[in-house]
């Protein structure tokens, strides 16, 4: 399979040609495009001998559905996207498919078996993409993460900012919040409202206890059985180790992966 990838994050591209690589045999990786301008020129200049496209919706020179203004693409897409899949739900129309970011191989693999099993009842791809319809879902439901938490201290109610967050805690049923600088919380939140409330490019859950801002992290250890251990300033009441069902994608969150 001939595949095309948009893409401006050098690592990123990397990685999916990486992944691709691993999990296809027969893969062909015919060109890295960084850009909205060097794909319309290459789509132009007739160069469009691939199979499969994965395309970044945000380049460094706008939102990559400007290609499709330009040029026809009458093959298979699968966005690459940081948006939270709530968002781009909304974008699954007309068989395109898509990978969040930081994309992982399991996430890949889904996504090439469902789009093995759309092919079959794919039409000619006259069905390209519905401009119009992303453009107006992707202003109206891009992800707006939660800024501040209300938390309560004695008989006063303060307000703290996302980035002052080191991390978070459970114990029981309760959750903790503590602060850059050590102060410790109660919050009416469960862990699982929490992975879909904060920034994935700040926070990032270890396990089912912490969930840890990247700003917090002082050092990564490896741990016992493949797995590691995470040192944090405030130190945390219990140790933080990586679950080792997550170890990879924590290596890609800690490496920018996003």
């Known amino acids: 399979m001939k595949v095309l990838i948009i893409e401006d994050e050098k690592p990123a591209a990397e990685k999916l040609s990486m992944l691709l690589k691993k999990l296809m045999a027969d893969v062909e ?24 496209l994965f395309l970044d919706i945000q380049l460094a020179d706008g939102l990559s559905f400007e290609i499709f ?46 789009l093995e099993t ?20 992707l202003a109206s439901l891009k992800k707006n993460y939660k800024k501040r938490f209300m938390v309560k201290l004695g008989e006063h109610i303060r307000s703290i ?9 459970a114990e029981g049923r309760t959750v903790y919040l503590i602060s850059l600088q050590g102060k410790k919380f109660i919050i009416d939140y469960k862990m699982e409202d929490l992975a879909d409330l904060l920034d994935p490019s700040l926070f990032f859950r270890l396990n089912r206890t912490f969930i840890v801002n990247i700003h917090a992290i002082n050092d990564v250890v490896i741990f016992s059985n493949s797995r590691l251990k995470v040192l944090t300033s405030p130190e945390s009441p219990k140790e933080m180790i990586v679950s ?3 170890v990879n994608d924590f290596k890609d969150w800690f490496d920018g992966f996003e």
């Open 69 to 114: 203004k330009e040029v026809k693409i009458d093959k298979p897409i699968i966005f690459t996207t940081a948006y939270n899949e709530y968002a781009i739900e909304a974008f699954k129309v007309n068989s395109i498919d898509y990978l969040l970011k930081p994309i992982t191989g399991k996430a890949l693999q889904e996504s090439l078996d469902k």
């Open 244 to 246: 080792r069902e997550k």
């Open 161 to 169: 900012s996302t980035e002052k967050i080191a991390y978070f805690f």
């Open 118 to 137: 759309l092919r079959k009842n794919l039409p000619s791809y006259n069905d390209a993409p519905k401009l119009d319809a992303l453009q107006e879902m």
């Open 29 to 52: 990786v015919v060109g890295v495009i960084q850009s909205i301008r060097q794909a319309v020129k290459w789509l132009k200049e007739d160069l469009n001998e691939f199979d499969l």
